[in-house]
């Protein structure tokens, strides 16, 4: 995710937490929908980041006993590009 996503996300995570604040009747269990929410987004991101780096470090070694050639060069962008989209697909279901 892009910084931009992350402090728009904190922006409206400030704004829900003085929504629970001010609610006297329903702020208990706002909170308690809040907290649960950020603690499901911090999983997500957390295993999101383990399996990425993971097939990145795998990439890399793979890279380390060959050439690279041009035709690589151009398969490894069409994966990269086919990866993007379905974590951005992913992330739009979750």
Do not use: W
Not at 10 to 29: A, K, P, Q, R, T
Not at 50 to 71: C, F, H, I, M, Y
């Amino acid at each position: 995710c892009e910084p931009q996503q992350f402090n728009r996300l904190h922006i409206f995570g400030e704004v829900f937490e003085d929504i629970c604040n001010s609610s006297l009747i329903f702020g208990d269990i706002l909170k308690e929908v809040k907290d649960e929410y950020e603690l499901y987004m911090a999983i997500l991101l957390q295993s999101r980041a383990t399996s990425q780096d993971k097939t990145l470090l795998a990439n890399a070694k793979g890279l380390e006993r060959r050439p690279v050639k041009t035709a690589d060069v151009t398969q490894a962008k069409e994966d990269l590009r086919a990866m993007v989209a379905a974590t951005k697909a992913a992330m739009e279901h979750n």
